[in-house]
Structure formats: structure tokens, C-alpha cells
T-cell receptor
Framework: RKEVEQDPGPFNVPEGATVAFNCTYSNSASQSFFWYRQDCRKEPKLLMSVYSSGNEDGRFTAQLNRASQYISLLIRDSKLSDSATYLC????????????FGRGTSLIVHP | DAMVIQNPRYQVTQFGKPVTLSCSQT?????MYWYQQKSSQAPKLLFH???????NEADTPDNFQSRRPNTSFCFLDIRSPGLGDAAMYLC???????????????FGPGTRLTVL
């Protein structure tokens, strides 16, 4: 089993739709969780950290489920500009600061 | 206001011809990372520096080397590029504060390497 797994997609949704991605991680000792956004041929950029209590930033909501070892990202009212790859990042395996990246989930928002 | 700068943005080299990619940062972060990313794949960590300490990933080929002459700069040397080394090379930094808790990573814009 891979350390961090994501459905690569692509997820094709119309503008205004709500879409959710999940990411599972294998090591229960993981401490920190993040969602990054990566546009085509660009670098990853931090979208949001994922806290145990869940967190929301505008149209974006991130949740952590430690019992089932997954994190989720919910995007409401999708915009064309949300089209990108969303990378799940997990840190802290065994106290390590080294992040582990998922391969990303591709989102395509169409008119 | 660029915080992590990579040069060049695009690099074309010939098979077997050494190439050096550079990364500089204005964040004064103590950790610098080099990643290789191929299309539709996750960034793959090649190595990182924690201050001056070099940490190589077990599966990083010997063909890849790195130097960090000071806090601000880090270089990736590919001694004999092969066709399979064509990829985006991403530099990232983070600050590991005392106590070992983690901080987020900041990425440079990447260098896209083409091997002819």
C-alpha cells in the first residue's frame, strides 16, 4: 500500500458544482496534513493545512479523519479557475519533518 | 517579492552533458529540498539539506548531486543526464523550529529540464 493515496481523476464538474476529494494515508503516526494546489506546469502552492477539528477557507473545507486515516477536501460552488491538480501531503511519520506527497487529483471545471 | 527562486526556468541539455540547476531563497529557512516531478506523478524527493547536513534519499541515483554553499543557495548537479531525467525539478524550503515541529514548504517555480 502506498503511503499516501489519491484518486488521480480527472474529476469533471460543471461550474457551481460541489466536489470532494479524499486522500488516504498509511501511517497512523502522521502528524501534519496539507492540501496543495498545482496548476499545469507550475509549482505546488499551499492551499490549506488540515487541522484535527477541520477547517474552512471560503469555498474550501478540509477534514481529517484519524480513525480511518484519510483527509478530505470539499470545494463548493466550483469556479473555472479551480481547475488544477490537488496534492495531498502528509508529514510526521515517526516524527519526521519530511513530507510525503500523493500523486494528486485532477479537477476540471467546465462551463 | 519572490521567496524561492530557481534558475534557469527552462534548461535544455544533451544526453550525458552535465547540468547544474540553482535555487536561492530569501526566507532564511534552514531546510532546502530538491524534488523531481514527472508528468502526472507526485513530486519525488531526491535529497534535502537540514542546515549543512545533507540527507540523500535511498533511491536517488548517484548521477544526482547537491551542494549548499550557504543558507540561501542550493544547487542540483546532474552529472550525466539521461533521457529519463527529463522532468520538472522543484526546489522547496521550510523552517524547522526548535523542538522539531514542522512548518509548511514553499516551492520555487521549478526548472523544466529537457534532455536531447
Amino acid at each position: 500500500r502506498k503511503e499516501v493515496e489519491q484518486d488521480p481523476g480527472p474529476f469533471n464538474v460543471p461550474e457551481g458544482a460541489t466536489v470532494a476529494f479524499n486522500c488516504t494515508y498509511s501511517n497512523s503516526a502522521s502528524q501534519s496534513f496539507f492540501w496543495y494546489r498545482q496548476d499545469c506546469r507550475k509549482e505546488p502552492k499551499l492551499l490549506m493545512s488540515v487541522y484535527s477539528s477541520g477547517n474552512e477557507d471560503g469555498r474550501f473545507t478540509a477534514q481529517l479523519n484519524r480513525a480511518s486515516q484519510y483527509i478530505s477536501l470539499l470545494i463548493r460552488d466550483s469556479k473555472l479557475s479551480d481547475s488544477a491538480t490537488y496534492l495531498c501531503v502528509v508529514k510526521g511519520k515517526g516524527g519526521s519533518y519530511i513530507p510525503t506527497f500523493g500523486r494528486g487529483t485532477s479537477l476540471i471545471v467546465h462551463p | 517579492d519572490a521567496m524561492v527562486i530557481q534558475n534557469p526556468r527552462y534548461q535544455v541539455t544533451q544526453f550525458g552533458k552535465p547540468v547544474t540547476l540553482s535555487c536561492s531563497q530569501t526566507l532564511n529557512h534552514n531546510v532546502m529540498y530538491w524534488y523531481q516531478q514527472k508528468s502526472s506523478q507526485a513530486p519525488k524527493l531526491l535529497f534535502h539539506y537540514y542546515d549543512k547536513d545533507f540527507n540523500n534519499e535511498a533511491d536517488t541515483p548517484d548521477n544526482f548531486q547537491s551542494r549548499r554553499p550557504n543558507t540561501s543557495f542550493c544547487f542540483l548537479d546532474i552529472r550525466s543526464p539521461g533521457l529519463g531525467d527529463a522532468a520538472m525539478y522543484l526546489c522547496a524550503t521550510s523552517r524547522i523550529p526548535t523542538g522539531g515541529s514542522t512548518d509548511t514548504q514553499y516551492f520555487g517555480p521549478g526548472t523544466r529540464l529537457t534532455v536531447l
